[in-house]
């Protein structure tokens, strides 16, 4: 197995475990640089995107799974997931008790 191999396995692994925040951001930079070389590496974005996640990036994991889709229609985790963060994203920024629209209620969607 090439070096480069073994440096993603060991990453993904690192990545999977991580919950300290300076860790989860200190793995992100590691799979930055990896995703640099090999920007259509599905399994590279997954992991960073779950890294966004636990930083509560939300913008940035879902381009993560908007660039899987992009690179692979069919992939339906990707599809959902960025629904899934799409949903948080519209229930967290809504303040109902600071907007006159009375027609938009987020609770009876």
């Known amino acids: 197995?090439?070096?480069k191999k073994l440096h993603k396995k060991e990453l993904l692994k690192q990545?999977?475990?991580v919950t300290e925040?300076?860790?989860v951001q200190k793995t992100v930079s590691l799979l930055n640089e990896l995703i640099a070389v090999?920007?259509?590496d599905t399994e590279l974005l997954y992991a960073r995107a779950d890294l966004y996640e636990k930083l509560?990036?939300?913008g940035e994991a879902i381009n993560d799974y908007l660039h899987i889709n992009s690179i692979n229609k069919d992939d339906q985790k990707a599809k959902t997931r960025a629904e899934m963060l799409r949903t948080i994203l519209r229930y967290n920024n809504t303040?109902?008790?600071?907007?006159?629209?009375?027609?938009?209620d987020p609770w009876l969607e």
């Open 56 to 58: 509560q990036k939300w």
């Open 95 to 104: 303040d109902i008790y600071a907007s006159p629209n009375t027609n938009y």
């Open 38 to 40: 090999s920007p259509e």
């Open 21 to 23: 925040r300076q860790e």
């Open 15 to 17: 990545a999977a475990k």
């Open 1 to 3: 197995m090439n070096k």
